[in-house]
């Protein structure tokens, strides 16, 4: 995909709809509003067929027309396309007619989902010309910026509360990132990032480049629809985290019925949060 074949238009805010320039930045000056990318989708729909997708490498790049790169991606060319696996027997469990797990904990190199947000970011980070990437992270995302910044040649650096295990950081470390222990809780360490991107121009994953971060979990539900033969299943139970995913999920959907990739019947998107 050359430069030309950029189908990003803006950053958006949310709330009130002002757009930005497709930069590191990630809240609106108005009323702090998260930003989110704007696509061509006219575009989009005249670039992008099934033939095309399915002609392409099984990783989450065979979609990257709706993915926020305006070049070729740089970063995880082996993430992705994970395992779509049929669970009879839990869903006879379940009283359910059909049901799938989607077993994205084989996804390279840190398995976790993270590695598709991250290789988006790093991606994106490139292409605006930082050499230094970050995170704040309380385990999986410090260790997939670590391992994918360590594949594309990038500095790393990882800020953790200082008071989490050794196990959640270990492979941080043998990827030689910088790890960075702050004394105080997750939120206190993401306002510290976000004061740190500012002061010296680094790419915070899930920071000032969380707009492009963000829409990395939208492979998984593109990689759903296809896996499923085009369809999009009637209900989708996605785990809550941050609540990103879920709702990236539900706009891959959305996007793929615009584009006439699917059909548009009714789904439904549900949140599932572990007790205790």
């Known amino acids: 995909m050359s430069k030309d074949q950029n189908f990003m238009k803006a950053l958006k805010c949310r709330e009130c709809g002002r757009e930005y320039p497709l930069e590191a930045t990630h809240v609106c000056e108005f009323d702090f509003g998260p930003l989110e990318v704007v696509y061509d989708y006219d575009r989009i729909k005249k670039a992008l067929t099934k033939k095309l997708i399915e002609s392409r490498p099984q990783t989450m790049w065979r979609y990257r027309e709706l993915l926020p790169v ?3 991606p740089t970063v995880g ?3 992705g396309y994970t395992p779509l696996v049929k669970a009879d027997r839990l869903a006879k469990r379940l009283g359910i007619r059909e049901l799938w797990v989607k077993n994205d904990t084989v996804n390279y190199p840190t398995l976790s989902f993270k590695d598709r947000v991250v290789s988006v970011a790093l991606s994106r980070s490139r292409e605006l010309g930082f050499k230094t990437v970050a995170c704040a992270s309380t385990g999986n995302l410090a260790n997939s910026v670590a391992a994918n910044a360590a594949s594309a040649g990038l500095e790393a650096y990882v800020f953790i509360p ?3 295990e050794h196990s959640k950081i270990v492979n941080s470390l043998v990827y ?4 960075v222990g702050i004394k105080g809780h997750y939120d206190e360490v993401n306002r510290l990032c976000a004061e740190i ?5 680094w790419a915070f994953v899930n920071v000032n480049m969380r707009p492009y971060y963000a829409e990395g979990s939208k492979s998984m539900g593109y990689e759903i629809a296809e896996q499923l033969g085009w369809k999009v299943p009637q209900h989708t139970v996605i785990p809550m985290a941050s609540g990103s995913l879920l709702t990236k999920v539900h706009k891959a959907y959305q996007e793929f019925a615009k584009l006439g990739l699917v059909k548009e019947t009714p789904w439904h998107v549900h949140g599932a949060q572990a007790t205790g």
């Not at 030689?176 to 790890?179: E, I, L, M, R």
């Not at 991107?197 to 121009?201: D, L, P, S, T, V």
């Open 197 to 201: 991107a500012g002061k010296y121009g």
């Open 77 to 79: 060319f082996q993430v």
């Open 176 to 179: 030689a990132a910088n790890v």
């Open 162 to 164: 200082s008071d989490l």
């Open 70 to 72: 305006a070049g070729e």
